[in-house]
């Protein structure tokens, strides 16, 4: 069975330790690291197979996994993933907002080539990228329009130079209109599934994205429109926040799980 390396032991990392734990996910989990050694802790005492806990993020990958999953922030993706490729582990993302930046993109590219290991973006919060990837060469455009509660919205950055106020919205109001290379950076926590259209699509620099403010929804709504050559697509997704982290999808975990279970698995492969 393939051991995998945990950085990030929050919402999705417990998740994700849960269901190897529980056999959904057919691996062993055998590191775990995250910067608050209670909520690494927290999480091994949840687990019946205790994996240990390592001092550092680089010492995940200096162990024999096979892969370590990433589920920390976009920081500790600049920090730590080009070590985990140069170790020949290969790697899932799911801050994929990190690698808007071009130059961890390139190094990252780079490196998967120089040490022939794989980096893997679960699809997240949205459907349809298996279609955004078979179209990428004849887009023309895509936009993403990103309907989520207030509530799940506070402590982003973009809130830090802005003049709106969460608590004062009582109708559905826009509050970001502009890339998703700015998105990525603005709502680090929030708006990942811009960051994955874009690498899927035309670039952080040509993907629309719209965030709209909704105290009356309880879902995190993505609607994305692609057109071109090929013709047009639309995609609309509604989901339910993780229980455990509003500002996370769901759906967000489940594809997770999904994505590291196929790597776990000798099985048919579905999907571009």
Not at 9 to 26: K, M, V
Not at 79 to 102: F, H, K, P, T, Y
Not at 214 to 226: C, F, L, W
Request: hydrophobic share 40%.
């Amino acid at each position: 069975m393939k051991k995998i390396g945990l950085l990030g032991c929050g919402a999705i990392g417990t998740q994700i330790a849960l269901a190897i734990d529980s056999g959904e996910i057919p691996c062993v989990l055998t590191h775990v690291f995250d910067n608050s050694r209670d909520a690494a802790l927290a999480l091994v005492s949840q687990l019946n197979n205790k994996p240990e806990i390592v001092e550092n993020s680089h010492l995940l990958s200096s162990h024999p996994v096979n892969i370590v999953v990433e589920a920390a922030s976009q920081d500790a993706v600049r920090d730590v993933a080009l070590s985990v490729l140069q170790n020949r582990r290969d790697l899932m993302i799911m801050s994929v907002g990190a690698l808007l930046d071009e130059s961890i993109h390139d190094i990252l590219h780079d490196a998967c080539r120089d040490f022939k290991k794989t980096i893997y973006l679960p699809s997240g919060a949205i459907a349809g990228l298996d279609g955004i990837k078979s179209v990428k060469d004849e887009l023309d455009s895509i936009t993403i329009t990103t309907t989520k509660n207030p509530r799940s919205l506070k402590g982003a950055k973009f809130f830090e130079t802005s003049d709106i106020n969460l608590d004062d919205i009582t109708a559905p109001t826009i509050i970001f209109d502009g890339t998703a290379k700015d998105a990525v950076s603005l709502f680090p926590a929030n708006i990942n599934v811009a960051a994955l259209l874009s690498l899927s699509g035309i670039g952080s620099e040509k993907t629309g994205v719209k965030i709209i403010a909704d105290p009356g929804t309880d879902r995190n709504t993505h609607h994305i429109k692609a057109k071109g050559k090929f013709g047009e697509m639309t995609f609309t997704t509604e989901n339910l926040p993780d229980a455990n982290n509003p500002k996370t999808s769901r759906l967000a975990v489940l594809s997770a799980i999904r994505t590291l279970r196929q790597y776990c698995s000798d099985d048919i492969k579905i999907g571009t």
